[in-house]
T-cell receptor, first 115, second 114 residues
Framework: KAGVTQTPRYLIKTRGQQVTLSCSPI?????VSWYQQTPGQGLQFLFE???????NKGNFPGRFSGRQFSNSRSEMNVSTLELGDSALYLC??????????????FGQGTRLTVV | KNQVEQSPQSLIILEGKNCTLQ??????????LRWYKQDTGRGPVSLTI?????NTKSNGRYTATLDADTKQSSLHITASQLSDSASYIC?????????????FGTGTLLAVQP
């Protein structure tokens, strides 16, 4: 059974550009969450999608957006990139939304560097 | 404010020794607590998940404990191996149903030396 797949693994962008990251969840999983991980802040929750609808949202500016497709694949977009957006972006998939013991499986992440 | 604090920030131990990592949380309403292991450059991998009614759970050489009264959890690693070198992240799930959110600690960086 394939795990969570994130593409690309590494990305270098310049300030002001925009970027789109992709996440393919485990087959059958319908919930996809996105996180930003930086050395100083640890893992910060961005948003969660379930059945193509955003169900939860963290405290990030509107430059960060996402969507989920009918096959549960999800994309995250960051517009007008800033140096501080450099981070490891992790995607996690779960079978169900909001169930107590639902396990979250993480992908390998996309390392974004903004120069 | 929902918070998860871990200690120590980093730890160096010799191969074969045991160690214990700590996690204190102020999260309400509490749903469950998870420990993840994250190798450098990779995504976190789940070690254990415990609900309010569980106070200990093992996964091989990893044993997690939970004291819901004091809001503390620990992860004990027995007979450490070089491959245990990683960041260990405590995650508390807050909320109920569709509003369930994961609150992450900043992790403990463990280095196991030969």
């Amino acid at each position: 059974k394939a795990g969570v797949t994130q593409t690309p693994r590494y990305l270098i962008k310049t300030r002001g550009q925009q970027v789109t990251l992709s996440c393919s969840p485990i087959s059958g999983h319908r919930s996809v969450s996105w996180y930003q991980q930086t050395p100083g802040q640890g893992l910060q929750f961005l948003f969660e999608y379930f059945s193509e609808t955003q169900r939860n949202k963290g405290n990030f500016p509107g430059r960060f957006s996402g969507r989920q497709f009918s096959n549960s694949r999800s994309e995250m977009n960051v517009s007008t990139l800033e140096l501080g957006d450099s981070a490891l972006y992790l995607c996690a998939s779960s079978l169900l939304l909001g169930k107590v013991n639902t396990e979250a499986f993480f992908g390998q992440g996309t390392r974004l560097t903004v120069v | 404010k929902n918070q998860v604090e871990q200690s120590p920030q980093s730890l160096i131990i010799l191969e074969g020794k045991n160690c214990t990592l700590q996690c204190n949380y102020t999260v309400s309403p509490f749903s469950n607590l998870r420990w993840y292991k994250q190798d450098t450059g990779r995504g976190p991998v789940s070690l254990t998940i415990m609900t309010f009614s569980e106070n200990t759970k093992s996964n091989g050489r990893y044993t997690a404990t939970l004291d819901a009264d004091t809001k503390q959890s620990s992860l004990h690693i027995t007979a450490s191996q070089l491959s245990d070198s990683a960041s260990y992240i405590c995650v508390v799930s807050a909320g109920r149903g569709a509003t369930n959110k994961l609150i992450f600690g900043t992790g403990t960086l463990l280095a196991v030396q030969p």
